[in-house]
Each structure stands twice: as structure tokens, then as C-alpha cells.
């Protein structure tokens, strides 16, 4: 029960909903005091680039929803994912990563600390165990994982994944923004640290963007006072705000956006213009077995590939939408599309973009909040052009 957690109303005059701290100091009574709050600098509010009470609150909150010790609210999701990973590397190390992770973090990994930082990084599928085992070097310091991976929708064992990690002294981080914490506890699994852009669903009104480092305290502490501190990816005391705003529904937005999901993962399963669909929470996944064993709940994340690859056809589909809005990101309240094709094909032609093995009709969609008979009606309106 996160409602009322951390939430401490008389500390803030009774008031029901917390107010916001919209200050860049805290001021003390005395020299003491003041001394005092810099023994603990991680703990005391001095300055909001390192705490605020607004942001405090939250991270209270996701500490607890997701079984960790301590938790830290930075500016994105990407500032989250780089500060954590950072924590855990230096030059000369090795990481051990997904094919399949989300653009910007295997960037970040395979392009920018392996060619500015000296990092040696091994690409794993991820989906079996021995892979990873044989991927592990004397030197691999973080095995960085994404269950289930972006646009595949791949599951890793995080349990037997986490006992090889332990065993070979390296540390691992899971980006679990699909399945939120209240769907997946990746910490319980033994995973050191889990990492989440609460631009999704944790934020879920796509009114803000932010990210969170959620772990150990000692873990938590030692991000907060060196890459949090430093390099000042801090949360704005309103954005915290809107993050226990956005906690108090978390549990009815995500019963909503499963059962929508599931219904339109169906009915696009069943339809014959569709060749396959990529949730976890369909029978037909390959790794079904494995995501009901390690989440409690799938949300409203999915890939599908048409039949066709004609282009025009596939622009037309899209088009015609009404409910799904065109747009980038996920986990909000209100339904999108995207195909990844849109990135591509700003890079390559048609013809390149499909020696690459990938396919034109791979159509990515987040199934929000309205009612699931106009969201299939939708879709089922938009196949039929096509
Ligand atoms: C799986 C995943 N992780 C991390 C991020 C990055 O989060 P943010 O956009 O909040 O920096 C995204 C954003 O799309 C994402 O899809």
C-alpha cells in the first residue's frame, strides 16, 4: 500500500496533498544546524540539486512499491541509466548487454563508454542463461538488462541470471519500465539495482519525464553523492510532485492498461492481416511460461507485424488511425503508434532498410486508458483499408 506512504502530513501542516517545494535552499537556525545537515548530506534537504521533500516523497514511494532499500528521482530516464551504470563502471571494464536494449542506452553503452571510456562490451540475446555465462570476462563488472527488451518484447531469467552475477562478484542493473514495479520485483529476484523512465507508466499522464535508480542503500547512497550530485541530472521539485500524483492511481492504471492490452494483443493475434504479435502476455510467446513466472501482471506495450510491405499500404493504416496518436514514447493514458520504419527510413531506403532483415510492417503500439471496444474498432477499421 503506497497511497499514504512516506508521505509524513503532519511534517506538512495536515496538508492532504503534500505542497511543493518550490525552493532552490533550505535555510537552518543556527551554525549547528546547519553542520549537523552536512554529516548526512544524502539524507538532510541543504540544497535542491541534492534533495527536495517533493521528491523525497516519491522516491519513498517507489522504494517501497518496489522492495528496495532507497530510491533516486533524476530528470529522465536516461539520466537515471547513465548515472547507475557509471556507478558500476570504470575504464578498462566490461559490461554485458542486450542486442535488443533501448536505442539510447545501448548507445550509451556500446558506443560512447566503450569509445570515450575504454569499456569492453559483449551483445547477448539474452535469452539463454549459457550465453551470458560464457560472455562473462575477468574483468566484466555489470551484466545490464531489459525484461521484456524494447520492440521484441524478449524475456531474460532475471532469478538464475542474478545467482551467476552474484557468484562471479559482478553487479546487475534492469531497466523494468514495461512491467513497473508493481508487476515485476526484479530486486526480489536478486538483481542489485532496477532502473525505470517514469516518463511511462509510473508517470503515466505523459505530463513528465523522469527516471529513478531504485536498490540497496548503499548503492542508492553512493549514486546520490557522486554521479547524482555531480553531474546534476536532478528531478524539479513539481515533477516529483506529479510522480506521487501519478503513484496514487498506478495500481488501477495498470489493472486498465492489462486488460486493454490483452484484448487488443487478441484481437490483432486472430486478425488475418497480421502475421505475428509480440506481447508476453499472449500464450503464443515464445517465453510465456517464464514472464507469468517472474511478472504478476503484463501491461499495454506490443509490437505487430502486418502481412504487407508495401509501404503505401502500411503509411495508410497508420493514417487512418483515430484513438492510436501518432507519437514516440509509451505508458501514458492515451493510446500511440509508431513504427519503427519512421527512424529508419530517414537513415536508409526502402530496399537497405530491408536487407537488414527487419521488416516494414513491424508496427510498435501503447494501449492506453479509453475503452478497449473503440480502441479494437480502431484497429479493426485501419486493417481493413488496408
Ligand atoms: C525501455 C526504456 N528505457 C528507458 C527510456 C528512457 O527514458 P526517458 O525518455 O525518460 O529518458 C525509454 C524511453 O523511451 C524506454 O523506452
Redesign the pocket.
Known sequence: MINHFGEERFEHGGAVVPPIYQNTLFTFENWDHIDKAFSDPINNNIYTRGNNPSVTIAEKKLAKLAGGERAKLF???????SAAIMYCVKSGDHIITLKN?????LNFINEYLKNKWNVGVTLINGEDVEEIEKAIRPNTTLIYL?SP??AVFTIQDLSKISEIARANGIKTIV?N??ATPLFQKTLLMGIDME??????YIGGHSDV???VVIGKKDHIESIALNEYLLFGGKLAPFEGWLLTRSLRTLSMRMDRHQSNGMMVAKFLESHPKVKTVRYPGLESHPQHKLAKSQMKGFTGLMSFELHTEDLDKIKGFVNVLNYFKIG????GHESLIYAPAISYLREMTSEAFKETGLSLGVIRISVGLEDSKDLIDDLANALSKI
Open positions: 530528470s529522465s530516464g536516461m539520466a537515471a541509466i536494449l533501448y536505442g539510447p542506452s531489459e527488451s524494447s531497466d519500465s514495461w532502473v525505470h523512465s517514469c516518463s511511462k519525464v523522469a527516471g514516440v514514447s509509451w505508458g
